[in-house]
């Protein structure tokens, strides 16, 4: 089982919809392997999004991705943005 942590520091200090916020950086601490299967994802996530149309939006969860990998630790989601944005 891989292990990972995620930290960042908000940007300001809005609190979207579900308590997300938006984050001046972002730092994953990680082993070597975590850490490219993360950039594996987040390539794969990539990829799909280029098959997207220009309104529509997509987004992907690394726990659905890798089952059972990384429990306890926070879930990575490449989220698409619209095209024109």
């Not at 292990?3 to 070597?32: A, M, R, T």
């Amino acid at each position: 089982m891989d292990k990972y942590k995620v930290y960042c520091h908000p940007k300001n200090e809005v609190v979207f919809e579900g308590g997300l916020i938006e984050c001046l950086d972002v730092s994953i601490q990680g082993s070597p392997d975590s850490l490219r299967k993360i950039g594996e994802f987040l390539i794969s996530c990539a990829e799909r999004f280029d098959g997207l149309s220009h309104e529509e939006i997509a987004h992907f969860h690394l726990s659905d991705e890798l089952k059972n990998w990384g429990d306890g630790c926070p879930d990575i989601i490449g989220a698409s943005l619209p095209r024109g944005v």
